[in-house]
């Protein structure tokens, strides 16, 4: 018998990142056939040189996405943990980017519905790169009790803890 | 139409404020590919009746940005800027790293090609097919950091307030230009990331004349369909294994070299070349790696080989400085060049030049001319505006720097480059100087001296370049061989970094031309028929140059005095290179690249290759020659 997996996090350690985007390219890759950064589901934001990172769907305990999906279009797979996009169903009417504490989803740049994080059913090939390349911004982990929703924040305000960190007491003022 | 091409570039002309699209015929891309090949022709389809009469500086001059098929797909995304070169006259392939190309591929242009002037100062904001040219007084005067931040904000507000719905919208790339471009200093480039920046050619400097601040991109489709996508991933792959196993360049990327290409290898500059030879441990990639990195891997667009650093001034006069690396280029030209060896100094001024828009290596290379010149007594104090220019006050350089940019004082002399400079002051003082101008056709050299012959350059790497001092594309025998300038036009024509080319077989590269375009490319068909077009045409354009300054190539294309000069010091004291012999390497180039013993491509050569029209533009200078 098949064991069933435990739902998984992609726990994240933003001050390595590069800003190389192979996990942009791989997540289009994998998504869309064919390397297209604004349609990948985990974009790298770089408002400051050197202060780049991966914005990408953190699963907040209480999904508040899926809950302001007016049209059900937003579901959570018991599987991954990920929150799943109906693309039929979906509006692209804005509501879950408005109710993620993040703003992270976007819409599909060509198609109406909205792109969020689909853990790719277990096996996250953003991870998968970011791993083999050796650094390790990404990594998979079970999912446990913890305060997801941290992670989920807006870009400037990521960005701006970065250039606190990276650049001092300035810092903030490049962004 | 091709695969893996947009199928079109964006024109722009600025003193008619229009913008149009030009489609791209396939037997030029064929022929040129991209970049720095199509940018060799274009310049001269357009240009080249008038070649030496163009002033690079003039509305005429034509700017250009041109990714190249394989940008974004190799990894290491870059864009080459070209036009007529106000440093040499001629054209040079002037590549930049960053996300600028993916991002143009992405909203649907190869390139971009920019002519005329605007009236006042303006940016270009594109995205996907809508093309704005917009008002930049806010920017213009600012330096990299502030522009950044200021067009950042701007664009992305912007984006919002037209396409609400989207989501958060990320910065568009940019390139653009600081106070050095605006006032047109030769040695200005277009910059990219606040360290980044396509430097030689000093393109910053064109961009100023047209008022063109800043042009930011935002593309939200796909890159232009490969042919053969599956294959497309396996050869990156196969460069990725490769390059993950190189710890040298991941780890350090050039950083090594500021210590090492002195130390090990005599040929670093040292007190504008008066030296190669350092072993200044406080210069060692340790120092950078332990005291001023905050970041350890920084890349750009795909690339696995993160040779890029962070870098942060914490400590002493210096604290707040902020730069990359640097990396061994600048480590080298603001470092031992310049009697600077510590890391502090050495990223403070690579600061200093990432925010005013300077080139480091040219900017590095005029410091040191200058500074000699003062160790000389032949500029002194008064000249210089008071400041005492002596070697390794990385304080007093940088104010030296300041005002190069804003062209102040001695400054606006300097801001000329080395080569005019030493013509200029050398007038004024009844010397020849040139003797300390460390440059070919214009354009100070690399940090890779020739005398100890224990680097790469050969001995005609500079001499006999159709991008002069350039190091990221040296000459060399023979012509079809991995040290072969053709080499270097694959590279920036297909638009990626040469970095994730290192230790890959040389096959790789064609075949990932055809698994991207369709089309079948072999190395013979390359080096043979495609390449050496845009060598021959970046030739005539070169040799034609003007209007203030044109180069003979029994004068020209020699290497800088200096470097005849025995080494002084270090384990290859008493090395220099061998005049006789570079002579007798020269003459064997021009037999080689189809050139006559003047140096002068042959008729037979270029009608051969389809160039009629070259053939005869240099009929005249082969009169002159006989």
Known sequence: MKKKKEPIWIAREFTKCSGCRKCEIACSLSHEKSIWPEASRVRIFMLVPGAEFPHLCAQCEDYPCVKACPVNALSTSEYTGAVLVDSKACTACGKCITACPGRIPHMHPTEKRVLICDLCDGNPQCVKVCREGGWNVFKTVTRRNRAYELYARKPEEVTRDLCAKFYGEKGEEFV | ?626
């Open chain 2, 1 to 626: 139409m091709i695969k893996g091409y947009a199928g079109k570039l964006l024109e722009v002309n600025l003193s008619a404020g229009k913008t149009k699209d030009v489609e791209l015929d396939d037997e030029v891309l064929k022929d040129y590919m991209g970049g720095r090949g199509l940018a060799a022709k274009i310049l001269w389809d357009r240009l080249g009746h008038k070649w030496e009469k163009v002033n690079p500086l003039d509305p005429e001059n034509i700017l250009l940005f041109l990714t190249g098929p394989l940008t974004g797909y190799f990894p290491g995304g870059r864009i080459c800027v070209s036009g007529k070169s106000p440093q040499s006259n001629g054209v040079i392939g002037s590549t930049v790293g960053g996300e600028f190309g993916v991002e143009l591929r992405c909203a649907g242009y190869d390139g971009i090609i920019v002519t005329g002037k605007a009236d006042k100062p303006v940016y270009l904001l594109i995205k996907d097919s809508d093309v704005e040219i917009r008002d930049a007084s806010n920017l213009w005067g600012k330096d990299a950091k502030q522009t950044m931040t200021l067009l950042t904000r701007e664009c992305r507000e912007l984006l919002k307030k037209r396409y609400p719905l989207f989501g958060e919208w990320r910065e568009p790339a940019m390139l653009y230009i600081g106070p050095a471009g605006e006032n047109l200093v030769r040695t200005a480039v277009v910059a990219a990331k606040w360290a980044h920046a396509a430097g030689y050619g000093g393109y910053g400097a064109v961009m100023g004349s047209k008022k063109l601040k800043a042009i930011a991109v935002k593309g939200t489709g796909p890159l232009p369909e490969a042919a053969n996508l599956k294959k497309v991933e396996k050869l990156i792959d196969e460069i990725c294994k490769v390059i993950y196993e190189g710890e040298l360049w991941r780890r350090w990327g050039t950083g090594a070299g500021g210590y090492e290409v002195g130390a090990k290898t005599s040929s670093e500059p040292v007190r504008n070349w008066q030296e190669e030879w350092h072993d200044e441990k406080s210069f060692g990639v340790d120092k950078f790696e332990d005291r001023v990195w905050v970041k350890q891997c920084w890349s750009d667009f795909g690339c696995p080989t993160n040779c890029l650093k962070v870098a942060v001034v914490k400590t002493g006069k210096f604290k707040g400085a902020i730069t990359d690396n640097p990396d061994y280029e600048l480590q080298a030209y603001l470092g031992p060049n310049l009697g600077i060896f510590t890391p502090e100094g050495n990223v403070y001024m690579a600061s200093v030049v990432d925010d005013l828009g300077l080139c480091g290596i040219q900017t590095g290379n005029v410091l040191g001319f200058a500074a000699e010149l003062y160790q000389r007594g032949i500029l002194t104090k008064d000249y210089l505006d008071g400041l005492e220019l002596k070697w390794g006050d990385a304080e007093v350089f940088g104010a030296l720097t300041r005002k190069i940019a804003y062209r102040e004082g001695v400054g606006d002399l300097l801001a000329e480059g080395t080569y005019r400079a030493a013509l200029k002051l050398g007038k004024m003082k009844k010397m020849d100087l040139l003797p300390y101008a460390v440059q070919s056709k214009g354009i100070g050299i690399g940090a890779h001296g020739i005398r100890s012959g224990k680097d790469y350059p050969d001995v005609i790497s500079y001499a006999v370049s159709v991008q002069g001092g350039d190091h990221t594309s040296t000459a060399g025998l023979p012509l079809n061989g991995g040290g072969s300038e053709l080499t270097e036009i694959f590279n920036d024509s297909a638009v990626y970094c040469n970095f994730n080319s290192f230790g890959i077989r040389r096959t790789l590269k064609f075949e990932f031309y055809k698994a991207v375009t369709g089309l079948p490319m072999t190395m013979k068909e390359w080096f043979g028929k495609r390449a050496i077009k845009t060598l021959q045409l970046q030739r005539a354009m070169l040799l034609l140059g003007g209007p203030d300054t044109k180069w003979k190539p029994k004068t020209d294309d020699v290497n800088p005095p200096r470097f005849y000069e025995p080494l002084p010091s270090g384990p290859y004291k008493g090395k220099t290179a061998d005049e006789a012999a570079v002579k007798k390497k020269v003459k064997d180039y021009y037999k080689a690249a189809g050139w006559d013993k003047n140096g002068i491509p042959k008729s037979t050569t270029l009608k051969k290759l389809g160039l009629q029209d070259a053939d005869e533009a240099l009929q005249k200078l082969r009169a002159l020659q006989s």
